[in-house]
């Protein structure tokens, strides 16, 4: 069974910083883009990283870049999302989602992504 999960989520005071995990079981995520994408409550879900199977090729959000880093331990089927200096706009459910062919030129809008884990929740608030 393929299954895609993530982890990490939580409340964090603004300024501070939060590590996201995406896992699989039933597959290896090693050959595969991953992507991470958000969405807040009322707003349409937004492209926030992604890298390609062999981690040469990230992107980022704007209203990441810089904050953000996205990377990958094959050996460990999991690729991390560590999240700094955070935001009360961060705010979001955040998904994991794999997919073939993709984040040559930005993270996309989850269309081309065939995999999606269920999503953690980050809340930044003080």
């Known amino acids: 069974q393929v299954q895609v999960v993530e982890s990490g989520g939580g409340l964090v005071q603004p300024g501070g910083s939060l590590k996201l995990s995406c896992s699989a079981s039933?597959?290896?995520?090693?050959?595969?883009?991953i992507g991470w994408f958000r969405q807040a409550p009322g707003k349409e879900r937004e492209g926030v990283s992604c890298?390609?199977?062999?981690?040469?090729?990230?992107h980022y959000a704007d209203s990441v870049m810089g904050r953000f880093t996205i990377s990958r331990d094959n050996a460990k089927n999991t690729v991390h999302l560590q999240m700094n200096s955070l935001k009360p706009e961060d705010t979001a459910v955040y998904y994991c989602?794999?997919?073939?062919?993709?984040?040559?030129?930005?993270?996309?809008?989850?269309?081309?992504?065939?995999?999606w884990g269920q999503g953690t929740q980050v809340t930044v608030s003080s």
């Open positions: 890298i390609t199977n062999n981690g040469v090729m990230t």
């Open positions: 989602a794999v997919g073939v062919g993709i984040c040559w030129n930005s993270v996309g809008d989850g269309n081309e992504y065939t995999y």
């Open positions: 039933g597959f290896t995520l090693n050959y595969y883009v």
